[in-house]
């Protein structure tokens, strides 16, 4: 029985400013109609396994049960109150299955990867089902195509079955080794993806990290509901040592195996891995949004809120979204991330907060803000609620533009129709609800003195949220 454990908690800040702590890279839609996460929850379909378990953060739970909800699909959400990285994780993970009574064979598989050919990857996992129910950790190694030098690399020991007992693990190397590890054909990329028995690793677990397996077995121990969710014990998950499984398990056991995965895969890791897995045009510029481009070649260009127009330039990657904009040379994609320390250390807030902000209610976007006003497009989903609340420092201007709002003020209960606007003064308790059929949208005008998110004193909420959520 194959049981997919979805990791879900990752970051992706080389790929900063579209992806940002709000927003990371998973929940994009960045190379079809589909978020990463999604297509991930899809490629499921092609196997024959139970339900998954989701691992994310707490923080963005609302956008994993939406996205799942979208994908048709069912599976256990489970939230970590903080990152610790893979191998905690997949144990609290293979502790939940194991719950059940079964011993079933975990397939791990990070949410934002990329994979082009469905076949040959159900073929891999396969191939690598025997191996996992004779009880070796199988990892799978990417056939590489050129000496990518943002990758790790596995070595190949003997053969395995359809696969090959794991050598050694290679940290990424600089160009030169990159280039050598490509002619030298003996070694893979790895993925990060594993197909491994729940008792197999948390044995493995127990010998090599006693106290990672204590914390995160008081974890699941002391896990409780939250509406649709399982909240991990966050104490007992957060003592954890943070450590990915390759450091933690893989690098020191003696039954790490790899199956070869060729099936056009990337983890998307950074802008230029972006741009390889995109069609370009007759001068290599692959483009999205409106841009115009003249004599501009092996460039990407993202526009996302107004025209990018690019004049004699090459190897360029520019992103716009409405608060930032990011011009880089590609073969410095791999730096975007230092740069977001960068600009974290600053004390910049582009790093984590996003412009288009989801919510289990809806979304709003920012359209403008000064030193003592913002403006906000608000979208109320049908039957969407906010939480009966109060501001301490500002007051709101609710204009509505389409749909029918349902407005509680204090106590009075209304209608704001398409048109019409109310006036939420500063200290009022007050509620935003959509009773129609199709989404309301309205213009928000908040004036006052301070306008941070945390300013909400929650009284009554059908989502269970805190106050900064």
Request: charge should be negative; include cysteine; hydrophobic fraction near 40%.
């Amino acid at each position: 029985m194959i049981q997919p454990v979805i990791l879900s908690g990752g970051s992706g800040t080389r790929l900063w400013p579209l992806s940002r702590e709000q927003m990371p890279k998973q929940f994009l839609r960045l190379t079809s109609s589909e978020s990463l996460l999604q297509q991930t929850l899809a490629r499921l379909k092609g196997l024959s396994a139970q339900p998954p378990i989701l691992m994310g953060h707490h923080a963005h739970r609302f956008l994993m049960a939406e996205q799942l909800r979208e994908s048709g699909l069912s599976g256990t959400l489970v939230l970590e109150p903080e990152g610790r990285n893979t191998a905690p994780a997949i144990a609290c993970a293979a502790l939940l299955a194991r719950q059940t009574g079964e011993d079933p064979l975990l397939l791990v598989l990070p949410a934002d990867h990329v994979i082009g050919d469905l076949a040959a990857f159900t073929q891999s996992v396969s191939c690598a089902e025997p191996l996992a129910a004779q009880g070796y950790l199988v990892t799978f190694g990417v056939v590489p195509t050129y000496p990518e030098t943002g990758y790790g690399y596995i070595a190949c020991g003997s053969p395995l079955g359809a696969g090959h007992q794991v050598s050694s693990f290679i940290e990424k190397p600089n160009a030169a080794r990159a280039q050598h590890l490509l002619e030298e054909g003996n070694t893979l990329w790895n993925s990060g993806m594993f197909l491994l028995q729940a008792s197999t690793y948390l044995s493995q677990l127990e010998r090599l990290q006693p106290a990672m397996l204590a914390a995160c077995q008081k974890a699941v121990d002391e896990a409780h509901g939250d509406l649709d969710f399982l909240r991990l014990g966050e104490d007992a998950f957060c003592s954890s040592p943070a450590e990915s499984i390759d450091y933690a398990v893989m690098e020191h056991c003696d039954c790490a195996a790899v199956v070869p995965l060729d099936a056009q895969w990337s983890d998307i890791g950074s802008f230029d891995a972006l741009w390889a897995t995109q069609t370009p045009d007759n001068a290599g510029n692959v483009v999205s949004g409106d841009g115009m481009l003249t004599n501009t070649q092996r460039s990407l260009v993202i526009a996302k809120h107004r025209l990018v127009a690019t004049l004699g330039v090459e190897d360029l990657i520019v992103v716009e979204t409405s608060d930032s904009v990011l011009v880089a040379h590609r073969n410095q994609a791999q730096q975007v991330k230092q740069l977001v320390v960068s600009l974290t250390q600053a004390g910049r807030r582009e790093p984590h907060t996003a412009p288009f902000v989801h919510r289990p209610w809806g979304s709003f976007q920012a359209m403008d803000s000064g030193e003592r006003y913002q403006v906000k497009h608000i979208t109320v989903k049908p039957g969407g609620r906010l939480s009966l609340q109060r501001h301490h420092h500002r007051a709101e201007h609710w204009v509505v533009v389409n749909g029918t709002a349902q407005v509680t003020v204090d106590e009075r209960t209304f209608l704001v129709s398409e048109n019409q606007s109310t006036y939420i003064p500063i200290g009022a308790l007050h509620r935003l609800e959509n009773p129609g059929k199709i989404p309301l949208e309205l213009i928000e005008v908040q004036s006052g003195s301070y306008l941070g998110e945390d300013d909400i004193e929650r009284l009554d909420d059908v989502y269970a949220r805190r106050s900064d959520e």
